[in-house]
């Protein structure tokens, strides 16, 4: 596109819309801008345009990587439209007359081997099985010694699309916004407090030479709640922990929870949801994968608790646990360590994988202990369950 | 600001990688374009990216090449306005007071009794400023609030005083680890570019011009290792301005290439791995592994 091509107001517009459609938030604002570009600069290629509009409309790390490829298929759909990737080794492409004359040359192939066949008159068995025998032939893509199963982070069931980890990230923002903030024991400054901050009035005072007293006031410091979560990735998990892991990653990404996963005792995996590479989501599968042997739900809030001073429980602390409720461990202890952990404020809900609300046993002891019992069977159950959950 | 004309705009963004390259700073195009683009739009900069891609070295950069003064404001949890934008200087309030018992309120708040931090001071800075926002992402939601109207009108209001204006409008850069996500209000205000880790041949570019002294067979070496290592699954990858001081402390140990022998470096990588996790992980195999891995 040189640069005696008009790039007409309606064009620019309407590559607005298309970018609003496509998530882009693009205002006026933004399309004056792409405007004041065009004049501002005599642009000779569509690569410096695409350079030059890329700030202006892009605003996150995801518009900035999805940019590429909006700008092209708008103005440039001819380079777009119809392609496909393709790995591996391709077929040379052939014409028509190629076709034609490969498929004679089979036909006389097959005719002769016929021919061959029938007058040797052989009934040997095998010629029969000549064909099954190239069918046997192991394929192109199971030779090399790779394996034939895909990849983990491959599999479509693990997949998640980017659209569905943003509406979980928003929604667990919107969690966020919502969450109480509470009082602590400790002060901090602010115009706004009620009490007086004797100490640095007087200091203020001093620093004027004692000539005036300003007041300074203060108020009890409030601290948000801090979010853990506990993940039941056992084998009866196995089809529903993914969902409870990006969900536990999206909350650790907004606000910071901590993530705790757990089979027969808790693992931390925090430090794995900071990251978004192939490797992380290949490990997050791996360890929802697998798993058998029983669950030990109890004993691993009993370890959380006991064994990581680095987690502290208290009034400020929520902890949400995402399991089936089938514990291996005694059906009372799972209620035991609910109760000790009540004791000491901490509020407890509890998202299952199911329509119905757990019947183990085990949660039914428990259930008096638990503030919520919420379903979390997809995402638009747990949506609704998140939305739904009393502060 | 009067935009630049036509005929100059055509090779201004090569002529601002000239500068910057001048100023120690090797910008790729698209940077050059944003920060064209900043100039020409009179709009702040959101630069996002790892820690230790040269977010803040743009700063820098800049401030030697508009040569204005560079105003730093380093954010945090619990920044607030008096530390970010303005204060009253009372004890001079007072003072004032004392010598002139007539004085009224009207005569004690104006300018002369105005402490300026950082915001106000680029506003006010008569040549102009380039003002660095540096993590935003770590002050808190109210903070960034306030920053709107800084930012979209070049302006502050001070109650007592009214709205100060920019006469020259600043060059605003913010920078952002991603730690929090930023507001669509604050984003939409500013020019978004992520710096993403620099191309072999610009980081080799980059630590010539950082460490003349250095070997080149040793700058390679390096570059060839660190780009290696981004490739790896590590907690905390390594930036610039880690290989930057890897490759001061093997200049210093007077290696004119990189050993062999895993345990020479072995004292030189705390400059390169920040977490125990990384420094665990990365031992003599993975670093021969790296090796034949990246044709060393």
Not at chain 1, 140 to 146: D, F, I, P, T, V
Not at chain 1, 216 to 241: F, Q, T
Request: charged share 25%.
């Amino acid at each position: 596109m040189g640069a005696d091509l008009a790039w007409p107001s309606e064009r620019v517009l309407a590559f607005g819309l298309f970018l609003r459609e496509s998530g882009f938030q693009i205002g006026p604002q933004e399309q004056r801008d792409f405007l004041r570009v065009l004049h501002a600069k005599p642009l000779t290629t569509l690569g410096e345009v695409q350079l030059l509009w890329r700030p202006i409309a892009c605003h996150s790390k995801r518009d900035h990587m999805a940019w590429q490829d909006l700008f092209l298929r708008f103005w440039e759909p001819h380079r777009t439209r119809g392609t496909t990737k393709v790995s591996g080794q391709t077929k040379p492409s052939r014409n028509l007359q190629q076709r034609v004359e490969q498929a004679k040359a089979h036909d006389s192939q097959t005719s002769q081997q016929a021919n061959k066949h029938s007058a040797s008159g052989q009934t040997d068995a095998r010629c029969g099985t000549g064909e099954d025998d190239t069918e046997k032939k192991p394929s192109e893509r199971s030779m090399g010694g790779a394996s034939t199963v895909d990849a983990l982070h491959d599999r479509e069931s693990q997949m998640w699309m980017p659209s569905d980890l943003n509406s979980l990230e928003q929604l667990a923002r919107g969690i966020h916004r919502r969450l109480p903030q509470t009082r602590t024991r400790r002060w901090q400054s602010s115009i706004h407090g009620l009490k007086l901050d004797g100490r640095r009035t007087l200091r203020k005072s001093a620093s004027l030479l004692g000539d005036s007293l300003i007041p300074c006031w203060k108020r009890r410091r409030r601290e948000p709640i801090e979010l853990i979560l506990l993940n039941d990735v056992s084998r009866s998990m196995e089809a529903h922990a993914a969902l409870a892991l990006r969900t536990s990653r999206a909350f650790h990404r907004v606000m910071g929870a901590r993530v705790f996963v757990f089979h027969l005792r808790p693992i931390e995996v925090t430090d794995l949801m900071r990251r978004d590479t192939p490797a992380v989501q290949e490990r997050i599968n791996a360890v929802t994968a697998g798993f058998q042997s029983g669950t030990r739900i109890a004993d691993s809030i009993r370890a959380l608790h006991s064994h990581r001073p680095s987690v502290s429980f208290n009034r400020r602390t929520r902890l949400w646990i995402f399991s089936d409720g089938f514990d291996t461990a005694p059906s009372d202890q799972l209620a035991c360590e609910l109760q000790y952990l009540n004791d000491k404020g901490v509020k407890v809900d509890w998202f299952y994988p199911t329509r119905q609300a757990p019947t183990s046993q085990a949660a039914k002891a428990a259930s008096a202990m638990v503030s919520e019992w919420l379903p979390a069977h997809d995402f638009v159950s747990l949506r609704s369950s998140l939305l739904n959950l009393a502060f | 600001m009067n935009a630049p004309s036509p005929q100059m705009a055509g090779s201004t963004i090569g002529l601002l990688r000239e500068d910057l390259a001048r100023a120690g700073y090797f910008a790729d195009e698209s940077l050059a374009s944003v920060v064209w683009l900043a100039e020409h739009l009179e709009r702040p900069i959101l630069l996002e990216g790892e820690a230790g891609v040269g977010k803040t070295a743009l700063a820098a950069a800049l401030s030697k090449t508009l040569n204005r003064p560079l105003i730093r404001l380093q954010c945090f949890e619990g920044l607030d306005l008096a530390d970010a934008a303005y204060e009253w200087n009372v004890a001079r309030q007072l003072m004032a007071i004392r010598l002139k018992p007539e004085a009224t309120e009207a005569n004690l708040y104006t300018r002369d009794y105005l402490l300026a931090k950082p915001l106000l001071a680029a506003i006010t800075q008569p040549e102009g400023a380039v003002l660095l926002i540096d993590e935003v992402d770590r002050a808190d939601e109210a903070f960034e609030a306030y920053l709107l109207e800084v930012l979209s009108e070049f302006q502050m209001s001070i109650p007592e005083l009214g709205t100060l204006h920019a006469n020259v409008v600043p060059r605003v850069i913010l920078t952002s680890n991603g730690t929090r996500s930023l507001s669509d209000a604050l984003r939409r205000r500013c020019l978004f570019h992520v710096v993403e880790y620099p191309d072999p041949f610009r980081e080799r570019c980059i630590l010539q011009a950082s460490l003349p002294d250095a070997d080149i067979r040793l700058v390679e070496s390096v570059v060839t290792v660190v780009q290696g290592l981004r490739n790896e699954d590590l907690q905390k990858r390594p930036g610039l301005a880690e290989s930057l001081d890897w490759l001061r402390a093997l200049h210093h140990c007077g290696h004119k290439e990189l050993p062999d022998d895993f345990t020479q470096i072995h004292q030189t990588l705390s400059c390169l791995l920040k977490t125990r996790e990384d420094r665990f992980a990365f031992g003599p195999d993975s670093y021969r592994q790296l090796q034949e891995r990246y044709g060393r």
